[in-house]
């Protein structure tokens, strides 16, 4: 499966691989050597530690390079009256009564503990493309689905400060 991503994803992507490959490699490496001159590694905490560090870091950029290799990269403009990435959109859930704010990203980025909902999760496909006004069936499953109303959609914001998830 290949994840979509947008030109913005893929920068904040390689501007991590960079840091991570100059900076926090540099840095684990030194810790890893500093940890070794310690002496007898079966007792040394510090050596476990720095070595599992390391790993952890080679890993972050081995997965980032991937995603960017495999990545559909789309576009994140949409049309100033439809929900598309990176809007803010109030959604009204008729069953509960309630009105919850979200921001359509790429699943990349999705959060729902921060109401960032990817375009691909069963709310954020019922709504992507749609009008304020329009009533969307959100289908869970083949047998269980609700219904929404968009009620406003802000075009303002931007995916700056959404982080790249962490996996």
Same mark, same amino acid.
């Given at each position: 499966?290949? +994840? ?40 040394? *905490? ?31 403009? %949409? ?13 009204? *859930?008729?069953? +509960? ?46 047998? *269980? %689905? ?20 962490? *996996?």
């Amino acid at each position: 499966m290949h +994840d979509e991503l947008t030109e913005s994803d893929i920068r904040k992507m390689k501007e991590e691989i960079e840091y991570r490959k100059l900076v926090v490699r540099k840095s684990a490496l030194e810790d890893v050597k500093e940890a070794r001159a310690q002496g007898d590694l079966s007792e040394n *905490f510090e050596y476990k530690a720095a070595k599992k560090f390391k790993n952890e870091n080679e890993s972050r950029i081995r997965y980032l390079e991937k995603m960017i290799k495999t990545a559909v990269v789309i576009s994140d403009e %949409s049309k100033e009256d439809e929900v598309g990435m990176n809007n803010t959109v109030d959604v009204y *859930f008729e069953d +509960d009564d309630v009105t919850e704010t979200y921001k359509i990203v790429t699943t990349v980025r999705g959060n729902s503990l921060k109401n960032l909902i990817s375009k691909e999760s069963p709310l954020g496909a019922a709504i992507y493309g749609h009008k304020v006004g329009d009533r969307c069936q959100v289908k869970v499953n083949d047998s *269980f %689905s609700y219904y929404v109303i968009v009620k406003k959609i802000d075009n303002s914001s931007s995916d700056e400060e959404d982080s790249i998830r962490k *996996f």
